[in-house]
């Protein structure tokens, strides 16, 4: 699993020896050498800088396409959700229920900066504009 989340020679490291992405992808190596069916990610990428969160995104998408598990995350992130995600879901905050399902019909791998991919942005970003022309 470590080859798999790009940690080859890191296999005697300490966990303080390791980077931030490092960890995250170690804690993701754990989760998958049980190799479940589903794996849930809560915020696994919210405490990293940038470059490194963008970097992980698409070794994300990756082990997606190459151990084909279902992946559900859990992120703030709207920007990450479409980049990640087939559907994304958006829960009202109280009750934790489903506001609005909005489905990611893009072809990976997906352009940010693409018509489609704003498109998507613009929509789910109107849920929480709360009429401030967002």
Do not use: C, N
Request: glycine share 10%; proline share 4%; aromatic share 6%.
């Amino acid at each position: 699993q470590l080859q798999l989340v790009g940690l080859t020679g890191f296999e005697r490291a300490y966990p303080y020896q390791l980077s931030g992405g490092m960890s995250q992808r170690a804690a993701i190596a754990r989760a998958l050498a049980s190799q479940p069916k589903i794996l849930l990610l809560d915020e696994p990428l919210g405490s990293l800088d940038a470059l490194t969160r963008l970097h992980l995104q698409g070794e994300l998408q990756r082990l997606w396409r190459v151990e084909g598990v279902t992946m559900i995350l859990v992120t703030h992130d709207i920007e990450e959700a479409i980049y990640l995600g087939q559907e994304v879901l958006v829960l009202d905050a109280r009750p934790g229920r489903i506001k609005r399902r909005v489905e990611v019909d893009l072809p990976f791998p997906r352009e940010r900066g693409g018509a489609g991919f704003q498109r998507i942005k613009r929509e789910l970003l109107s849920e929480f504009s709360l009429g401030a022309g967002i």
